[in-house]
């Protein structure tokens, strides 16, 4: 009988490259960067990575570009917090100050600006919260909506809201457009789950609610359906990249998402992500070049055109190899 024999195509190496179906490129990669007030410090969660000074900002935009990286993603952890997380929209914030360093530094390296008051908020909360303790959405949205217009005026070419309010991109987008600011595009945190998996991140950014979770605006790890219908509304609402988060549980999310739109379709491969990574290579449990490019590759494989990496000055390195 004749058999069928797929292994025919795997023989050699030159013949898988030519058979292969997906390829990382740095093209695809996206480096978050945390800037705050003070000295540069490392995030012991995350080896490898740091909270930047402004003052040391210069080294890693160096090295991003040295890669070839096309974009970086901002947080910042400013130096006082208070209840209505004022550091976020302030003209002079640590975020705005580092968009205008970089920018000065690297003109046609991507910004991107993380919209979010998790960072900001003395109580850790992604918004405005009432007397009981609950996050308020739309007076939550004005403050979102400033935030934008402000690190779009300090020169971000992409604004991220990664709050998970309704109708944060329908604000965004009217108040940016009334100031004229036409061109900044939103790129959408539109299905962003209720992870374990961003605890190095709250560590980095000190962003731990300081009461109770944010299962109340980020959506229920069990819900598929939900995010398809996240992502509807924020495509009418004129977001111009849909992001899916976590990626590496989320999968079968990044695919769905794929197929119903045709935007750009971007998937954060977040800070438990990495962390576990680091955690098992320096046990010497995985080997962490082949591990970080399986996962990467597989996200792409999914369906992401952008993968929002802390790998990705590593990673930039790998695929060129
Ligand atoms: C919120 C925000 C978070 C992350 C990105 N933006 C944390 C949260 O929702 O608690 C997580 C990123 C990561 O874990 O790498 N501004």
């Keep these: 009988m004749m058999i069928e024999r797929p292994r025919r195509l795997r023989r050699t190496e030159t013949l898988r490259r030519l058979v292969r ?22 995030i012991s969660s995350m080896p490898g990575q740091s909270r930047w000074s402004l003052n040391d900002l210069a080294e890693p935009i160096a090295q991003v570009t040295g890669a070839g990286l096309p974009a970086v993603l901002l947080f910042g ?12 929209y302030a003209e002079n914030g640590i975020v705005q100050q580092a968009i205008r360093k ?37 007076e939550t949205l004005e403050l979102l909506a400033r935030t934008a217009v402000s690190q779009a005026q300090a020169g971000a070419d992409i ?6 309010m309704d109708g944060r991109v329908a604000a965004l987008r009217e108040a940016l457009d009334d100031v004229g600011l036409t061109q900044t595009a939103i790129m959408s945190y539109a299905a962003k789950y209720a992870s374990g998996f961003y605890g190095p991140f709250r560590e980095a950014a000190e962003s731990t609610p300081a009461f109770g ?13 939900e995010a398809l219908r996240e992502v509807r509304l924020d495509l009418e609402e004129g977001a111009d990249i849909i992001m899916i988060k976590p990626a590496l549980p989320y999968l079968d999310i990044i695919s769905r998402v794929r197929e119903l739109c045709d935007v750009p379709v971007a998937a ?7 962390a576990m990574v680091k955690a098992a290579a320096e ?8 591990v970080v490019m399986e996962i990467l590759t597989a996200i792409k494989r999914a369906g992401a055109d952008i993968i929002i990496t802390y790998h990705a000055l590593d990673a930039a390195q790998w695929v060129t190899e």
Aim: aromatic share 6%; hydrophobic share 35%; proline share 7%.
């Design 283 to 290: 046990k010497g449990w995985l080997e962490e070049p082949r």
């Design 213 to 225: 979770d944010r299962r109340g605006y980020q959506m229920d790890p069990a819900n598929a359906r």
């Design 102 to 138: 970089i920018k000065a530094q690297a003109p046609d390296l991507v910004v991107i600006g993380d919209v979010c008051l998790c960072e900001y908020t003395s109580h850790g909360h992604c918004g405005l919260l009432n007397e009981a303790g609950e996050v308020l959405n739309d």
């Design 21 to 42: 179906e997906t390829e990382l490129s740095v093209n695809d990669l996206v480096y978050p960067l945390f800037v705050a007030e003070g000295k540069t410090q490392p």
């Design 77 to 88: 952890i400013p130096d006082k917090k208070d209840e209505v997380g004022s550091g976020a």
């Design 268 to 274: 954060y491969n977040v800070s438990g992500e990495f």
């Design 159 to 164: 604004v991220a809201p990664s709050d998970m």
